[in-house]
């Protein structure tokens, strides 16, 4: 098999030249970029497996603009897994990071093992993940398109809506805990205090109900969420 690719973000030459030197070591191929106009053009024209970032103020700009192409006009695809380097290590720093698109947030300073570890864990998620579409009652997902439908209804979500509803599909009308989905979902490692699960889920809630005319989502005082509304029997692997 060959190499996954790296995409390296980085303005310090110093660190630079010590991940790559350990990337090249551990089997990957590095792409280095030392500002976002760089990275933007090696995602265009190498098409990366993963992106590791730390461009300073450019970070959150080039999140948004991975997570902002189609995959169709641009030739950057806009689910490719993002993790961020990241010399703040507050908590609203981090969820920052998050909410826009970030799969993983490693405070500087680092281990590389652990970062190593994480690169390898987004790798093989990747790999997984189904391209099957899942039928849940009358809401089908295209994990590969990232398109939803309720009934004949299509609902624009947002990558992390999207992603959530993943999560709850997984396993119909389930309770799944506010730790559980801030981890998987988010990937917090820890309990966090923060409001944007429940500002995705009730985003979520309205735009899966304007479509079906009903309620999809519930939210289970002092637990979590689920889905509602839904015939576990109807859920299927595929769609027609």
Same mark, same amino acid.
């Given at each position: 098999? +060959? ?6 973000? $980085? $303005? ?16 990957? #191929? ?8 760089? +990275? &933007?053009? &090696?995602?265009?024209?190498? =098409? ?8 300073? %103020? ?7 603009? @991975?997570? %902002?192409?189609?995959? @169709? ?8 897994? &993002? ?12 969820? *920052? ?8 947030? @490693? ?6 093992? $652990?970062? !190593?570890?994480?690169? #390898?864990?987004? /790798?093989? *998620? ?8 899942? =039928? ?29 509803? !993943?999560?709850?599909?997984? $396993?119909?009308? *389930? ?11 988010? #990937? ?6 923060? =409001? ?7 985003? /979520? !809630? ?5 479509? %079906? ?9 002092? @637990? ?10 109807? =859920?299927? #692997?595929?769609?027609?």
């Amino acid at each position: 098999m +060959a190499s996954r690719m790296i995409l390296l973000a $980085e $303005e310090d030459p110093a660190l630079a030249g010590f991940l790559t030197d350990n990337l090249i070591a551990d089997g990957y #191929g590095v792409l280095v970029a030392d500002d976002k106009t760089a +990275a &933007l053009w &090696l995602l265009e024209t190498e =098409r990366p497996d993963l992106v590791l970032c730390d461009v300073n %103020g450019d970070t959150l700009g080039l999140i948004d603009a @991975v997570r %902002g192409c189609d995959g @169709v006009a641009s030739r950057v695809a806009p689910d490719t897994p &993002l993790i961020v380097l990241s010399a703040q290590g507050d908590e609203l720093a981090r969820v *920052r990071y998050f909410e826009r698109g970030g799969d993983d947030v @490693v405070s500087k300073p680092f281990s590389y093992p $652990e970062l !190593r570890a994480r690169i #390898g864990a987004l /790798l093989r *998620r990747a790999l997984e993940r189904p391209t099957d579409r899942l =039928r849940v009652g009358p809401i089908t997902i295209d994990p590969a398109s990232r398109q939803v439908r309720v009934g004949e209804t299509p609902v624009e979500l947002s990558r992390m809506e999207f992603a959530l509803l !993943r999560a709850l599909a997984g $396993e119909p009308t *389930r309770v799944y805990t506010k730790h559980e989905l801030l981890r998987d979902v988010w #990937g917090f490692r820890c309990h966090a205090r923060t =409001r944007t699960l429940d500002s995705h889920a009730c985003r /979520l !809630r309205a735009k899966l109900s304007a479509a %079906g005319d009903r309620r999809f989502i519930e939210n289970v005082w002092g @637990v979590g969420y689920r889905l509602v509304g839904v015939d576990p029997d109807a =859920r299927g #692997g595929s769609a027609a």
